[in-house]
Structure formats: C-alpha cells, structure tokens
C-alpha cells in the first residue's frame, strides 16, 4: 500500500496494520482480548505513539486500542476520509444584520485535522456555514481571525487588539453586534476586561466558546454559536456578555455579564455561571428572554477603545501559612498593584500585615476580594478586618477576584493616584457590585429549578 494509507501510523501500530492489510478509513471489526469493536481507523496525529489504533466508534466517539491486545482485524468496508468541508447549501444574506465573528482561538468555530491533531479555525464565510448552516437565517456572519492560541496564553496586547479590532467593526464596519470565539479557560477574564475598555457601547458583544470539540457528537459549538449569534443579532442589550449551555442538555444558553460569571467545571457544557447574581437572560429557540432589566439597552453611536492598562498586576490567593515574602516579591519587582483573595469576609494571616503595610507605604494599592466568590467583603466585622482596613487595604465590595484583577489593571492604566484608585475600585462601572445578591440565586444553583426538582427527587 502507499505510504498515505498509514497516515501518522508508525512503528507497531503500522506493522499491524499491514499485518491485516487494513488502513486508515478502513471500517473494521477489531478483535481484542478486553472485547470486540467496530469502527473507522482514523489518522494519528504526528506527535501520537506506536502503541495504539485509533479509530471512531458508530457513537461518533473515538477511542484508541492498544497493540498488544489486538488478536485480529477484519476489513469490511472503506470511508475515505473528507478533510474539506461539503459546499454549503445555503448562501449568506447581506441584507440581515452583520455580525463579525472575531476568531481569538478556541473550538467554536473550527474543525478537527486527523492528520495532524490540530484544531483547524473555520477562516471563510463558506467553511462556517457549511459547518452551522443555521446561522444563515438569522445574521450575515463574517467571520475573521485575530489570532489562534490557547486562552491561557492570553495577554494585555491580545486584550488590547480584541478591544481595538471590536471597535473598528461597530464604528467602520456598521457591525449591529460583534461575536467573540474565544477558549472558555479564560473567557471570563476577557469578559471582565472588555467590560471596562469598550466605552459607550452601543450593540451586543457576545463571546462565546465550546467545552468539546466540534467532532464530538456531545458538542456544544454549534448550539452557542447560533445562540450568541441571535443575542448579538436581535439582543436589545449594549454589553459585554457570555453566552453558553445554560445545562448539560441542549435546551438554552444563559446570557451572563461580562463582570460576573465564571467558568465553573472543567467539562460541562454548563460551566459557566453568574456569581453574586442571576443571569441576565437566555437565548431558547431562537428567543432571547430577559430575566433582568437593568442592563445598558442598544443605542446609536460609536463606542470608545480605553485601552490603558497597567498589566503589572498580581492577583494573590491568600492560604494559610503563606509568607510574607509573597507580597514583597512583587513589591521588589515593581508591580503596581496587588489584588487579594482572601478568606471569608476577606481576612488574611496577621503575619502579612507589615509586607501589605510596606506595600502600600509605597504606594501600591491593596486591594481585597473574597475566596468565597458568593457575598461581600466585609471587613468591618472582625478584628483582623478593621486592622486591615487601617492599613489602607481597599475593599472589593462582592467583585470576582479575576473581575477586581482586571479592573485594578484598568484603572492603573488612568491614574495613579491612591485616592482616585481607592473611589474607582468602589464604583460600579460594569455591574461589577450589586447592591445585593438574590435570595434564591445562590441556592437554585442556575441550571433551572426543574433540574434542581430532578435531583432533590434523586434524594
């Protein structure tokens, strides 16, 4: 056989493949000591080892089959593989309201290389809506990359691009909403800073990524696009957001602000949550349902890129036996800022006091959230509290930690000024602070009572 039917097969991997005269596309029976298993051998990625076969399951799933357990393999048909996606059946409509899709990495709009094990960014209008073609009844989506990488690898000058390239398509491109593709490890982070540099903003930003790959029959791409794209197309809101699977089914995606949700599992498809709040809607078959009015409503005019940041910023989670040293590290390398999580109330060791003292005597702005993610700061309350607030430690009021990180970046990049810093940090600019947090929001767990019902039954 030629060297292309044993695409990245290497090794004993390969050698038993041509041991049965099988390749990769065949569909086979493989017989092996653990049991029997049908399906269509893949391509292994180039980095893969020889070890294993690999191969998609009727289920859609793939899964790998050691070598050494293999006792036979049986060819009874042939799928070439299709590594260009189909024509699309339908046409994009300029006339409906133009949406760009700004690609910052992740899965949302991209599709799975066998050859290479890479995820391959969906770059053409042709390619996006031969892969969701319902999105061509509901908005013109343009979709371009701004940049591919993992959003762990996220920084101020990626921030600073989204905030400038989102800019030019509302107040050049006429965009009525602009969608976000972006890696859900970080997307919050990103969320919380848009909310603070895009000033005025007069449509929906929307980010939007998937917690599964696109090849996976239990993803959730295609769903969150076409929801973020109807919230960005027929929202009346004129705020950063987060639009994701609102449970593990595909029932509806929650609207959550940009400010207050967090990326709450490291695989559900309903990972992502409002903390210290509701949500501020859902996106249901083709609805958008409002659960709050107090959002920024769509408006004409252009909004402003402030995109002064100050990135040397540390985030600290306070933890017990923590060393003082930890706070003068970053006050001898020059950081600017110092954003604590702290226990409870937010609270810290008394050990730390004078590294926070030194800290702030050179004027570098403490600033205190809480660990808990649920409920406000409260430092009044207890000893250690009140000791804190006479050094001069400002407190976050209910922020997320990575929301007052954020901020306190934002807001370095404008002044210096301790007193300044200490009113910014306690103002409510993005629906950072609440005034409060629902009764019921933190014991409904936000998936839908009726799941809730579900699993008290369970009981």
Known sequence: MSENAYEGYRGKARKILEKFNVKVWSVVEIITKIGVFRGIILPRYQLADDKHITIKLPTGYNTGLNVDEIIEIKEIGYEPGRYKLPSPSVKPDEKKPRVPLLGCGGTIASRLDYRSGAVIPALTPEELYSMVPELANIAFVYPRLLFELFSENMTSEHWIKIAKEVEKEINEGGAYGVVLGHGTDTMSFTAAILSFMLRDLPVPVVLVGSQ????????????????????????????????????????????????RVRKMHSSRRDAFRTIGDIPLGKVENGKIIMFKKDYRKRSSGNVIADVKLEDRVALIYFYPGMKPDVIHHFIDTRYKGIVIAGTGLGHVSIYLFDAIKRAIDENIPVVMTTQCLWGFVGMNVYETGRDLLNLGVIPAMNMLPEVAYMKLMWILG?????????????????????????????????GGIPGVDEFIKQL
Do not use: F, W
């Open 212 to 259: 599964r790959s696109s090849d996976r029959p239990s993803s959730d791409a295609a769903m969150n696009l076409i929801n973020a794209v109807t919230l960005a197309s027929k929202g009346d809101i004129a705020e950063v957001t987060v639009c994701m699977h609102g449970t593990t089914s595909d029932n509806y995606s929650l609207i959550h602000r940009g400010t």
């Open 414 to 446: 404008h002044t210096q000024n301790m007193d300044e810093i200490r009113k910014l940090v306690q103002t409510n600019i993005a629906g950072e602070i609440t005034e409060g947090e629902p009764y019921n929001g933190y014991v409904i767990l936000q």
